[in-house]
């Protein structure tokens, strides 16, 4: 199937350092969004990505699209306590206006004050 | 604002046991969908729907039945429960798309449903 895989599965980080997760696929993807989720709560949508080799930052988080559109990548800037939590990647597919939202399998940030 | 709702929160089942897990959003939105999440698995899709009337099965279909009679309400039906489903259980609204573009999915705050 068209799985968009994501590495690492598990991470701890000392408060303070940075952390990156990456998404790979192995077809070309039309957009990549990217959630996070709390321990204990439901995932949040962070943000969306649609054109090849695009960059978005939300405060100390860099997102960035592959050339290709086949991986993508998450990178916090020095880790801080209230980075804790799961952060997925999704794909959207979509036909004749219908949207179908698949997963990754989740990278899960621990941070060591 | 509600957004999206999900009841009951925890559920415990016997093994052949039934019941329905409901999901109602407000935001008018025409995509819902069912996911179940399992430690080191990720979300994985379960069923989806488009708009009322109009359902479709993802990832792990099997042991589940859906139906989405209005815009609102997107419930989740388990016949005959199995320990296997045991899991959370989220479910997630946004609008439908076209193009390259998705739409960012609503969650509700999750089932967590025990099945014994």
């Known amino acids: 199937g068209q799985q968009v895989m994501q590495i690492p599965q598990y991470q701890h980080v000392q408060e303070g350092e940075d952390f990156t997760t990456y998404c790979n696929s192995s077809?070309?993807?039309?957009?990549i969004q990217w959630y996070k989720q709390r321990p204990g709560g439901h995932p949040v949508f962070l943000i969306q990505?649609?054109?090849?080799?695009e960059v978005k930052k939300q405060k100390r988080l860099t997102f960035q699209f592959g050339e290709a559109k086949k991986n993508s990548s998450l990178h916090i800037t020095a880790t801080q306590t209230t980075d804790v939590g799961t952060y997925f990647c999704?794909?959207?597919?979509?036909?004749?206006?219908?949207?179908?939202?698949?997963f990754g399998t989740g990278t899960k940030l621990q941070v060591i004050p | 604002n509600a957004g999206v709702t999900q009841t009951p929160k925890f559920q415990v089942l016997k093994t052949g046991q039934s019941m329905t897990l409901q999901c109602a959003q407000d935001m008018n939105h025409e995509y819902m969908s069912w996911y179940r999440q399992d430690p080191g698995m990720g979300l994985r899709l379960i069923h989806y729907s488009v708009g009322a009337g109009i359902t479709d099965q993802g990832e792990v279909p099997n042991g589940y039945n859906v139906s989405r009679s209005t815009t609102e309400d997107f419930p989740l039906r388990l016949l005959s429960a199995a320990p296997s489903q045991t899991s959370v259980y989220f479910c997630?609204?946004?609008?439908?798309?076209?193009?390259?573009?998705?739409?960012?999915?609503?969650f509700g705050n999750g089932t967590r449903l025990t099945v014994t």
């Open positions: 077809t070309t993807l039309s957009n």
């Open positions: 990505l649609v054109k090849s080799g």
């Open positions: 997630a609204s946004s609008w439908g798309s076209t193009g390259p573009k998705g739409s960012p999915l609503h």
């Open positions: 999704a794909r959207a597919t979509s036909s004749g206006g219908y949207q179908k939202v698949t």
